[in-house]
């Protein structure tokens, strides 16, 4: 089924790690997007991408990094892992320029110890 | 860059009753406003967007108004039912262009309560 899939759903970790999170896409979409969103709260956009090899930062400053090598992926890395980091993370992907429909994956819930 | 402002924040109303959820954009070049739901340990989704060609449009029980002039824009919700109990959010941004140049900009949210 095509959908919007990121793992993994829960992760809890301790301070200084290293960490990927992973998001696929299997719709096809050119557009991806990360955003951070602690519980029922606003919606930050951290990073996001057109297409292969194109990445850019977005409004909230992170101290992530991604990648975008292959349409269908695009995960989210964080060298040094620390308790500000704790959030929720949602991967979204949307068509094109001119369907901007967001699907959004289940997220990745971070808890940094 | 595009600001959106969302109000209120919180919201109760009684079953059957309306709500409406106001937001205002600053950025006079945006043409697309979606509204998403997010239930509770749910994914948002869309649920009806609005282009600026159109002053409003209707899915059922929801509704979504756009004062261009004003720039803002609401959601209307008519006869609710405690399954519309979620957070929403409205969005904005400039459609249609490549690049950069059409990120969503979200709103901070409305927890709606819809109670029985």
């Known amino acids: 089924e095509a959908d919007i899939y990121q793992t993994p759903r829960y992760l809890v970790i301790g301070t200084g790690k290293k960490i990927t999170l992973e998001c696929s896409q299997t719709?096809?979409?050119?557009?991806m997007y990360w955003y951070q969103q602690d519980p029922g709260m606003e919606l930050h956009l951290i990073h996001y991408s057109y297409g292969v090899n194109s990445t850019e930062k977005g409004d909230l400053s992170s101290e992530s990094t991604v990648s975008r090598i292959r349409t269908e992926h695009f995960p989210l890395t964080l060298e040094s892992a620390r308790p500000s980091h704790t959030s929720q993370y949602l991967c979204?992907?949307?068509?094109?320029?001119?369907?901007?429909?967001?699907?959004f994956g289940s997220g990745t819930q971070l808890s940094v110890l | 860059g595009e600001n959106v402002e969302q109000h209120p924040s919180t919201l109760s109303v009684q079953e059957g009753d309306s709500a409406v959820i106001k937001c205002t954009y600053s950025?006079?070049?945006?043409?697309?406003f979606p509204w998403y739901k997010q239930e509770l340990g749910k994914r948002p989704q869309l649920i009806i967007d609005?282009?600026?060609?159109?002053g409003e449009k209707k899915d059922q029980r929801i509704a979504v108004t756009l004062n261009k002039t004003a720039k803002h824009f609401s959601l209307h919700i008519t006869e609710t039912q405690p399954e519309d109990s979620a957070v929403y959010f409205c969005?904005?941004?400039?459609?249609?262009?490549?690049?950069?140049?059409?990120?969503?900009?979200f709103g901070t949210g409305t927890q709606l309560k819809v109670e029985l």
């Open positions: 969005a904005a941004s400039r459609s249609g262009l490549t690049g950069g140049g059409n990120k969503l900009t």
């Open positions: 950025d006079s070049a945006s043409n697309y």
């Open positions: 979204a992907s949307s068509p094109s320029a001119t369907n901007e429909k967001l699907f």
């Open positions: 719709m096809g979409h050119d557009k």
């Open positions: 609005i282009r600026s060609n159109v």
